[in-house]
C-alpha cells in the first residue's frame, strides 16, 4: 500500500489541542474523585479546586482554538471542518470512506464540530456553577450562592460532560481503526504535524470525477 504525506497541523493547532485533551482528562478524574467523597471536607473540595482550575485551562485552550480557527493557516481554519462537499456525497453514495481532501475525516468533521458546540456550552456551564458553589471565578460576582439555578445547571453540565466521554471513547477507537486496520499512523499526526493518507489510485480518481 502506497501512502502520501503532508505537514498539515500547526504548532499552536497541536498545543491547543494537548491543552484540551489534558485538562478534559483531569476535569473527569478530578470530578469522579470529588464525587467519590460524599462527606464535605477538605479532601472533597480539594477535588472540586483542581476540577475548576481545569476548567479554567480547558476553556483558555477552547477560546484560543476557536481564535485560531478564524485567524490561522488553512487547515486550521473552521472552514476546513465544514466539509458540505463530502457530506452531500456520503447522503447519495452511503461510502463511509469518501474521497476527501488533506485533514479530517468528513465523519470526523461533524463529531468535531459537535465537540466544540459542547464544549462552549460546557465551559459557560461549569463557569456559573463554579461561582454558584465555591464563589470562584469570572461569574462568581453575579451568581455566587444563586442556588435556584444549581440544578438545572448541574443536570446540563452532566449531560455534556457524558456527551464529552463518549466523544472521547469514538476519537480513541476511531485512532485505534487507523492505526491497526487502515495501517495509517495516524495518532503520531499531533506530535509531528504530518498527516498521512492512502495515495490514491487512478480508479479511485475516475469513480470521483464521476461522482462530482
Not at 484540551?20 to 474523585?33: E, G, N, Q
Not at 481564535?67 to 476546513?80: N, Y
Not at 465523519?107 to 464544549?119: D, E, M, N, P, T
Request: positive net charge; proline residues 3%; contains cysteine.
Amino acid at each position: 500500500m502506497k501512502v502520501e504525506r503532508k505537514k498539515i497541523y500547526d504548532l499552536l493547532l497541536r498545543l491547543s489541542h494537548f491543552g484540551i485533551a489534558f485538562s478534559t482528562l483531569l476535569l473527569i478524574i478530578s470530578a469522579y474523585t470529588a464525587n467519590y467523597f460524599w462527606e464535605e471536607g477538605l479532601i472533597r473540595k480539594s477535588f472540586w479546586v483542581v476540577h475548576i482550575f481545569s476548567g479554567y485551562a480547558f476553556s483558555l485552550c477552547l477560546v484560543a482554538r476557536i481564535l485560531w480557527g478564524l485567524v490561522g493557516p488553512e487547515h486550521a481554519r473552521w472552514s476546513k471542518l465544514w466539509k458540505w462537499k463530502e457530506w452531500m456525497q456520503f447522503l447519495k453514495s452511503k461510502n463511509f470512506n469518501p474521497p476527501w481532501d488533506w485533514g479530517h475525516h468528513p465523519l470526523a468533521a461533524i463529531a468535531y464540530i459537535v465537540f466544540y458546540f459542547v464544549s462552549v456550552f460546557i465551559s459557560l456551564s461549569g463557569l456559573i456553577l463554579a461561582g454558584i458553589e465555591h464563589n470562584l471565578g469570572p461569574f462568581a460576582p453575579a451568581f455566587y450562592d444563586h442556588l435556584l439555578y444549581k440544578k438545572d445547571l448541574l443536570e446540563i453540565h452532566e449531560t455534556l460532560s457524558l456527551m464529552i466521554i463518549i466523544f472521547i471513547f469514538a476519537h480513541i477507537l476511531t485512532l485505534y481503526w487507523h492505526e491497526k486496520i487502515d495501517k495509517i499512523p495516524t495518532i503520531q499526526s499531533m506530535f509531528s504535524g504530518f498527516q498521512y493518507k492512502r495515495k490514491k489510485s487512478k480508479e479511485d480518481e475516475n469513480e470521483n470525477s464521476k461522482n462530482n
